[in-house]
């Protein structure tokens, strides 16, 4: 396999290996909200956090789908979104 395309699977465009990040928006509010639908277990209320979560984890999966800093961050966002989307089934 090309040195340039293995290189990408865990670099970034600066040349940092990236496995981690600061969690962005999406991230922290599918955090919360799934903290609070621990607190608030029934009714409309719940089902309000359930979709924030599913929201704001399907949109964090999507950006890191397509705006990865590198493969393996793709690759991460495929399988979150693929397991949130097959979690609703």
Request: charged content about 10%; hydrophobic content about 55%; proline content about 2%.
């Amino acid at each position: 396999m090309d040195s340039k395309v293995l290189n990408r699977v865990f670099h970034d465009a600066e040349g940092n290996i990236v496995l981690a990040q600061t969690p962005n928006l999406p991230l922290i509010v599918w955090g919360v909200a799934s903290l609070l639908q621990l607190i608030v277990t029934t009714g409309k209320v719940n089902s309000g956090l359930s979709l924030l979560a599913f929201g704001a984890l399907f949109t964090w999966a999507w950006l890191e789908l397509f705006d990865g800093v590198n493969y393996f961050r793709r690759l991460l966002g495929l399988l979150v979104l693929l397991l949130a989307i097959t979690s609703k089934m």
